[in-house]
């Protein structure tokens, strides 16, 4: 049940996160910040997950500076910066988790 519900989780993370990026790359702002807002809780539900289950396949110390890179960018209105933390680190290293995590 529990590794049914982090599949689901990473799932939508991800989603929620592309859906993010093209948002931002077809100028559709506001709706981006809605799937930043997906993405964000969605990633603090999958930490909670693996805080309670000991099971940690996510290297919070390696993505937590892009996740305040984005949160400064929020707090600046900053879009472009927004959209260019998503896209190029944030994404490429949740897909390089997510891989790592389908090989074994």
Known sequence: MRMNNIY???????????????????CKDEDGIIAIICFIDDFENLLDIYECSNEVTLDIEHILPYMKALLSCMQNDDIIGMADTLEYDIYPLLKEIEEGCAEK
């Open 8 to 26: 689901n989780i990473k799932e939508r993370l991800l989603h929620s996160l592309l859906a993010a990026i093209e948002f931002f790359n077809h």
